[in-house]
């Protein structure tokens, strides 16, 4: 009785604030579940609007489990209870924080809370990667997160062993607007070509200017004219919305939708799930009403008697239309809008690049989503597109009301909001003045700040960084964490993971086919590359690495790596009890050029690289290793061999579209003493020499061309005898054998006959370096001539 009368008085100061709150449910699980079927009886929910996250569908609303939780994303649910009893995923109480509604109300169903923090769920036993075991994670994660339940304001907690009310969770605040909306009423802009309706039904002014940003779409469509009054050069343009949650900028989305439409427009519209799109088709379908459209709605496709269209194509499928279309076609769409586009991995996003309008919605902190993709990658790739970018940022909150504590607590209790340092806390850091320290997981637990630094720096850094992270830095036994620090901020930082010195049951397991946690090195070299032995030698991958941007390329990231290799290798500090230290140091990584020059600078050197994309980042991702005692050496040393021996052949495979950039700085990463003997016999060579001197043709056999050019990089990576533009000729047609046409137009050669001229001129200077007693014959032979 008294959990339900604590319930309704903290949903009914929710409700009357516009506001949400938490209330927690500590104790015994079926006692949880009891208190949680009478609160949601006595408040006035329907069951409709309320969703169960959690193992077993046991109630008669909405059921999700944890690991489903994206489902939503973006989307507005009054109340969701979220159990916790069975373990927690960051990622998902993220997700689910972010769609309760103002004047909603989250409950969180765990055990008691003293013992929260040693009970160990489903999410600890991912963190238990072998060699360590269950008892080896720790509950800092949890611990963490009980102080700020029992610290933040909004929060209820019910003790349900003594049916008692620990903390009300009231937070007794000034009586505010509930409407979500600040009161304004909105007016179109003058010249406003959508109808004025779009504007009225805007609730803040961030909104408003959202709504308008989407008229520029507008321009040059369907023989518009530009406002420029440039009909012949139709501008390419993207719109990019950012926001925290609950801002309304799918919203906003919608309402623009629903304006092209009316106007006759169609409009593609792809997020992660159709679900993802809902508030977007809600406000479309809403505005069309009120213009007085004729429109007929059909689940997630609206067409209006003007001819107009919205529509929601899954990414994919968006991306096969968008990609198809040629020529004067203007595709599957005149518009095409992205929701939840930080959610969809970066080459998806990039693919949809290829309509000419196109709007993205997308969350700033709301990297429960789907990590940092959109702003560490996508970004840039978006500047050096043709479109011209409208950027709008949504401030005020529509779905709850500003000041919210639930949105307080959620952002500190995961670190959403983690920034590393300002800038001029660390401007002037250099190798000098930095010093080199152990982020110890208590440490990080007892200094809110340094964690949050650290962190920071990792979010927007890497496009992967998310909830589930924070818990394995705090609890995973394989991580450790190093930093440099300037004045005691963190300006550089590493995750650091141990790897291999694996039993050689779990080798054998690896080698049939079973699959392991952790242990990335391992993993791809005992199963892919068939390498039994591979997870028997110790090794420390460095799973990240960031410094902080006002102190890049001042030797940072370069130090840090050095402090770490001396500290874990023999006789360092941190060698391990034995003193023996680590056998190899690694790393994994979406492969760029520069990025392959920092590790290879370092040290490091490349042993593979993976055969599809990464998902998040669109990159092939290199796989290197730094030997550090003789068992590492000799890992290192036959997979070198082998890379270099096997690269010509997955040139004109699985890595027929790797970059050509990559592709020589990974060819330059490769150890030296890995460059393939050349076996070519004299008729090889005369077949080189001739092509190179003479009249002979490349296309007539080209296998000792392709060991030539891996001779020609991997040898004597800082000599290089040929232009960039060369090299980029090598890899594209001599490794990857792309057609003539192709990288003739691509490396912009006059003809076709201009570029097969110049593919025989860069081996020139590889005859001459490399060349036979035969092909110097020939050599001699044409010059003389
Ligand atoms: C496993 C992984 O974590 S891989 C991902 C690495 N991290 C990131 O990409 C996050 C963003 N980048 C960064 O934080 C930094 O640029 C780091 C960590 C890569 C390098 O840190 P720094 O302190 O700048 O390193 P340092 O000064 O020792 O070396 C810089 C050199 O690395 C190379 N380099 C590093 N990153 C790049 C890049 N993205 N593009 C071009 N060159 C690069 C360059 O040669 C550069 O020298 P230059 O600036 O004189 O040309
Ligand atoms: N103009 C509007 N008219 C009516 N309701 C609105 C309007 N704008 C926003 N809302 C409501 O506010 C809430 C948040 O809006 P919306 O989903 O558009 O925000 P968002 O920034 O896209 O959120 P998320 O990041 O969670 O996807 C929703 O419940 C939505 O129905």
Known sequence: MIVETGATVLFEEATAVDERRVLVLAGDRERGYDALESILDAIPVPITETTLVGPEDRLRCEHLPQANASELLGTTRTAIALDAH?????????KVVGAVDGGGLLVLLTPPLEEWPDRRGAFDRSLAVPPFSLDDVTGRFRTRLVE?????????????????IVDDGLTEPAPKRVDGSDGTSFEAPPNARFPADTYEACLTGDQRDAVEAF?????????????????????????VLEADRGRGKSSAAGLAAGAFAADGLDVLVTAPRSRNA????????????????????????????????????????????????TGDDRGPADIVVVDEAAALPVSVLESLLAADRVAFATTIHGYEGAGRGFSVRFRDRLAESDHEVIDRTLVDPIRYAAGDPVEVWAFRALLLDARPPVSPLVADATPETVAYRSLEPDDLLAD???????????????????????????????????????????????????EGNLPPE????????????????????????????AGESAG??????????????????????????EAFTDGGLEAGDDGDGIDWLGTGFGATPGLLEFWRENGYRTVHVSTTRNDASGEYSALMLAPTGDAGRELHDRHADWFARRFPALCTDALSDLEPD?????????????APELGLSAHDWRVVAGAAYGPGLFDADPGPFRDLVVRYFVEDPDDADLTAREERLLVMRALQGRPWEAVADRLEYHSYGQCMRALGGAFCPLVDRYGSEAALEVRERFLEN
């Open 540 to 565: 420390l991958r460095v799973v990240r690495i960031a410094t902080h941007h006002a102190a890049r390329s001042r030797g940072l990231g370069s130090h840090l790596l050095e402090r770490v290799r």
């Open 215 to 239: 008229e520029s779409l507008l321009e040059g469509v369907d023989g518009r004219e530009d406002s420029g009054g440039d009909a012949e050069t139709e501008q390419r343009r993207a719109v």
């Open 278 to 325: 809902a508030e977007l088709f809600d406000r479309a379908g809403e505005l069309l009403g009120t213009l007085g459209a004729d429109a007929t709605i059909d689940g997630r496709t609206i067409e209006t008697s003007s001819g107009g269209r919205v529509r929601f194509l899954e990414p994919a499928t968006a991306v096969e239309r968008i990609e198809s279309a």
């Open 506 to 533: 779990t080798r054998a397991m690896m080698y049939e086919g079973g699959r392991i946690r952790g242990n990335m090195l391992p993993d791809v070299l005992t199963s892919q590359l068939r390498d039994e032995a």
């Open 448 to 498: 809110d700040r340094l964690l949050r630094e650290a962190f920071g720096l990792l979010v927007l850094a890497h496009y992967r960084t998310e909830p589930n992270d924070l818990a394995r830095l705090l609890d995973a036994p394989n991580l450790e964490a190093r930093a440099l620090v300037h004045d005691g901020h963190v300006v550089s930082v590493a995750l650091l993971a141990r």
């Open 86 to 94: 069975e373990g927690l995923r960051p990622n998902a109480l993220g």
């Open 662 to 674: 990559v592709a020589r700085a990974v060819l330059r990463s490769v150890d030296a003493d890995a």
């Open 148 to 164: 700020t339940l029992r610290a933040h304001r909004g929060i209820g907690i019910v003790d349900l062993e003594t049916e008692r």
